[in-house]
């Protein structure tokens, strides 16, 4: 968001008008006076199982002046109502923004809207938003980065874009450590703990630690063997 404001801040007309980044907020000044930046008829709120729309910004959140500065024909509404994937392409001669956008393509998010409320992702949408955003800084070193489960409601073959993102922060020389389940990342990790031997109040303890490989050879681990399995499938893709 920070991006796309400074974006707007720096159109012809924003700079007539004395914009600032704050008037392209609807927490700040660009806010819709008649419902406080909320997008909901104030006059309606406590009297109707969904929110209503206010009559004054149509639900944009943003006062009228706000919307009426362009970017290629687009108020900044237009754009936080895109996909990732739509403003891609909309932002594809604009590096900043779409170097961003691509790390949320990369990452299965090509599906979220630029302005959906950050209430309304899952935990695994959500570290990965994070991620992007992290992967978008000036370089880092030596940071721990703690996920869990990740890959949840990530496609498969998405979890390979994934991986190529986390090694990029192993690369900077930072530390990830990951609580996961799915076999991919698993296997491609430098290092497993493997808790069990069962889920839930049977389980907690420490079953076997080492390379995946070493996971894999563990007779007594449930994870082993199917790790062990997808190995052996991948070193069959991989000669064929």
């Not at 909901?40 to 006062?63: H, I, K, Q, T």
């Not at 923004?97 to 992702?121: C, E, T, V, W």
């Amino acid at each position: 968001m920070a991006a796309l404001r400074e974006l707007f801040v720096e159109l012809p007309e924003a700079k007539l008008r004395g914009y600032r980044a704050g008037h392209f907020s609807f927490n700040s000044l660009g806010a819709c006076s008649a419902c406080a930046g909320s997008g909901c008829d104030p006059e309606a709120a406590g009297f109707e199982d969904l929110p209503v729309p206010c009559p004054s910004c149509s639900g944009s959140r943003y006062n009228r002046e706000v919307l009426e500065i362009r970017f290629r024909g687009h108020s900044i509404d237009d754009v936080l109502s895109c996909s990732v994937t739509e403003a891609l392409e909309f932002f594809a001669n604009v590096p900043a923004a779409a170097q961003r956008l691509r790390l949320l393509a990369d990452l299965g998010l090509g599906y979220l809207r630029l302005g959906q409320p950050a209430s309304s992702l899952s935990g695994g949408e959500a570290q990965r938003v994070k991620l992007a955003a992290e992967l978008s800084r000036p370089l880092r070193e030596r940071t721990l980065y703690i996920l869990d489960e990740p890959t949840a409601g990530l496609h498969h073959q998405d979890v390979g874009y994934l991986l190529e993102l986390l090694q990029r922060l192993v690369d900077r020389d930072n530390t990830v450590l990951v609580v996961e389940h799915d076999l991919a990342v698993i296997a491609a990790a430098d290092h497993v703990i493997d808790l069990g031997p069962e889920a839930g109040q049977a389980g907690g303890e420490v079953v076997v630690v080492g390379a995946p490989v070493t996971i894999a050879a563990c007779a007594e681990s449930h994870t082993g063997r199917y790790l062990a399995a997808y190995l052996a499938g991948a070193n069959r893709t991989g000669k064929d």
